[in-house]
């Protein structure tokens, strides 16, 4: 008796489990991810930017983007059937096409005779404009599932190919998060006619740098910058290569911001001293000429031990138009 009872117990919590398991028409249920903290990726060719889980490891080149949740996923998608977990992937590829329906005709079809099963093709909007979305499966093994989607933005002369992808359960249950990126996504804006496009943008975008925020102009973009012993280094670089801004904080060790210049002003000869504000505290800036045609400011400033350094260079003969984009960037500045 019991093991008949016994038995029994086991076949119901067998049943219970696969209730749980499995969803209406006994397809498996997965749980969508939370959307959490984002970070932005702006790309330096063409200018288009989204955001993305922040975290998420950033590949691939300027112009075609590969975002992966971790870096063994970025290995999992070259190699699907090597020994590796698996993972997520999002991307943008930016195709120049005369005539961008059939670029799209022409993909569509490499796909396919890649293996790749389409699904129907939808209509759907990004950027706030008409798109094509194209549901995929791809079975590399028995046991090997990838899923995903592509949504095709056709322009006068570009093709947006900007996809979604995951292996086994994980696109499905990222779907919401791949939702908000797409939301996200934003072209390029248009230049004005006649005005200089080397300029900082009228358009600014704001960013979290943790020790404090900040709004630049969305034409310039981030860079590599080395971090060494200080406690955060950001650095962007406009159109023009010689106009950048800069932001290093490092410890004041009980320096004050009078002391931290005293020992700083002579790495910068002939620099004129002057006063300014940062984040709402007093700030000292030296301003010089630091190269043919290049001018720069440095700002210097001390809160809770921590020295912040801002570094501004821009183009000379257009000093009237940076100082107005970079004024904006200083007085947006907000120190947590």
């Known amino acids: 008796m019991t093991n008949v009872r016994n038995t029994v117990g086991l076949s119901i919590a067998v049943l219970l489990v696969s209730l749980f398991v499995l969803g209406c028409g006994g397809k498996k249920e997965v749980t969508p991810l939370p959307v959490g903290a984002m970070q932005e990726y702006r790309d330096p060719q063409y200018g288009f930017h989204f955001v993305h889980p922040q975290g998420w490891v950033a590949g691939g080149e300027a112009g075609r983007p590969r975002i992966y949740n971790t870096l063994e996923a970025g290995q999992r998608f070259m190699d699907p059937t090597g020994p590796y977990p698996d993972g997520v992937l999002m991307s943008v590829d930016v195709i120049r096409a005369s005539n961008p ?15 790749f099963v389409l699904g129907q093709p939808a209509p759907t909007t990004i950027a706030g404009k008409p798109a094509t979305k194209v549901p995929y499966t791809a079975n590399h093994s028995a046991k090997i599932k990838e899923t995903g989607h592509h949504i095709y933005l056709e322009l006068d002369t570009v093709l947006y190919d900007i ?11 990222h779907a919401t ?16 006619p006649g005005r200089d496009a080397t300029l900082p943008s009228d358009v600014f975008t704001d960013y979290d740098a ?29 159109v023009r290569q010689d106009c950048s801004v800069q932001f290093i904080v490092f410890g004041a060790k009980g320096l004050t911001t009078e002391k931290v210049v005293e020992q700083n002003k002579g790495k910068y000869p002939g620099a004129v001293q002057g006063k300014a504000t940062i984040g709402g505290q007093p700030a000292i800036t030296l301003t010089y000429t630091a190269a043919r045609d290049v001018q720069r400011r440095v700002y210097f400033m001390v809160k809770d031990d921590k020295v912040y350094r801002v570094i501004l260079d821009w183009f000379k003969p257009q000093s009237s138009e940076y100082l107005a984009a970079y004024d904006k960037l200083i007085s947006s500045i907000k120190i947590k």
């Open 163 to 173: 996809a979604f992808r995951g292996f086994g359960d994980l696109y499905a249950s």
């Open 101 to 115: 329906a059939e670029q799209k005709t022409a993909i569509l079809a490499e796909l396919t005779s890649s293996g």
């Open 210 to 238: 943790k020790l404090f925020s900040f709004q630049y102009p969305d034409n310039f973009n981030f860079e590599n910058a080395a971090k060494g012993n200080n406690d955060l280094a950001l650095s962007l670089r406009g």
């Open 177 to 192: 998060i791949f939702d908000s990126v797409a939301a996200s996504f934003t072209l390029p804006r248009a230049v004005e």
